[in-house]
Nanobody, 125 residues
């Protein structure tokens, strides 16, 4: 079992940048594929970015070229660097950890039961 804690959310102006972080409490972080999801008010939760234990990354089309996911296995953290933020990026951002994904898997990501509590990102002038 793993516990996830997100941080780094806040209010930012359009065009600005923000970096989210997710800390995982597990001694086997390096086997987990990690993902960032987001949920805007009145909308379904959507996948934003994923990174496997081997460093393979995937992004939603809406954030390609603007967001970057990365991981630090020594610190048990995964980050989401968000640049060029738009009002439509406003949402609660959640971290997910899945231990059942192959190291260099490049297919679709299916979330596990391990979620963080979320962190609010608001993009507004």
């Amino acid at each position: 079992q793993v516990q996830l804690v997100e941080s780094g959310g806040g209010l930012v102006q359009p065009g600005g940048s923000l970096t989210l972080s997710c800390a995982a409490s597990t001694s086997t972080f390096d086997i987990y594929a990690m993902a960032w999801y987001r949920q805007a008010p009145g909308k379904q939760r959507e996948l934003v970015a994923t990174i496997t234990s081997g460093g393979v990354t995937r992004y939603a089309d809406s954030v390609k070229g603007r967001f970057t996911i990365s991981r630090d296995n020594a610190k048990n953290t995964v980050a989401l660097q968000m640049n060029g933020l738009k009002p439509e990026d406003t949402a609660v951002y959640y971290c997910n950890a899945n231990p059942g994904v192959s190291r260099y898997y490049s297919g679709p990501y299916y979330p596990s039961q391990y979620w963080g509590q979320g962190t609010q990102v608001t993009v507004s002038s």
